[in-house]
């Protein structure tokens, strides 16, 4: 089946501009994660979905990013304002139902292929 | 918070021989690890999962152990091929948070032939 898919696969900007990242979850995936990879780095948790609420945005690096989910399905990642150090990998995760407190059902996060950005 | 190191960050073996990573993680809370490996230009791809109540597990040629008590663990390949070659990334889950993963640096393995 389809997994989770990412737009644009490569992005340039110029330093200040807006830029929106998409991310199509796979179907009836509830549970959705936005994370940043750079350059030769892992991978830097930025927020959560369940749903269309996002109970934990503590990884959003400053008030300039911020991130929707609409319909329980499609989110969008946009950085106001864009700046160098902005640039990396960014990657949406999906996953079917996540383990609610202390419950034993984990549920495996998978992931896109990404979004390159390039904030000249 | 929670916090994984992984080592070595880069590792060559010849073709055939075994491959191990190792990660070591902070929070005796976490009770959920995967691995995964990203081919260039690729998202992550999870190859290998363990659950703190399992010490270890096996999947043909991949094997994970886990150790609780040194919250550490290693990711194993054996009889590597071409194909292997990849950054690998294990990661660590929190019980009863919001199920982010907090994921190591990375290892970039290289099969030789």
């Known amino acids: 089946g389809a997994g989770v898919s990412q737009s644009p696969s490569n992005k340039v900007t110029e330093k200040g501009k807006d830029v929106e990242l998409r991310c199509d979850p796979i179907?009836?995936?509830?549970?959705l994660y936005w994370y940043r990879q750079s350059l030769g780095q892992g991978l830097e948790f930025l927020i959560y979905f369940q749903g269309n609420s996002a109970p934990d945005k503590s990884g959003l690096p400053s008030d300039r990013f911020s991130a929707e989910r609409t319909g329980g399905s499609v989110s969008t990642l946009t950085i106001q304002r864009t700046q160098q150090e902005d640039s990396a990998v960014y990657l949406c995760?999906?996953?079917?139902?996540?383990?609610?407190?202390?419950?034993?059902?984990?549920?495996?996060?998978?992931f896109g292929p990404g979004t390159r950005l390039l904030v000249l | 918070g929670e916090n994984v190191e992984q080592h070595p960050s880069t590792l060559s073996v010849q073709e055939g021989d075994s491959a191990v990573i190792k990660c070591t993680y902070s929070?005796?809370?976490?009770?959920?690890f995967p691995w995964y490996k990203q081919e260039l230009g690729k998202g992550p791809q999870l190859i290998i999962d363990?659950?703190?109540?399992?010490g270890e597990k096996k999947d043909q040629r991949i094997a994970v152990t886990l150790n609780k008590t040194a919250k550490h663990f290693s990711l194993h390949i054996t009889e590597t091929q071409p194909e292997d070659s990849a950054v690998y990334f294990c990661a660590a889950r929190l019980t009863g948070t919001a199920s982010k993963l907090t994921f190591g640096t990375g290892t970039r393995l290289q099969v030789t032939l």
């Open positions: 995760a999906s996953s079917l139902n996540p383990p609610y407190r202390g419950g034993p059902n984990y549920k495996t996060q998978y």
């Open positions: 363990i659950r703190s109540n399992v």
């Open positions: 179907s009836g995936h509830t549970a």
């Open positions: 929070d005796s809370a976490s009770n959920y």
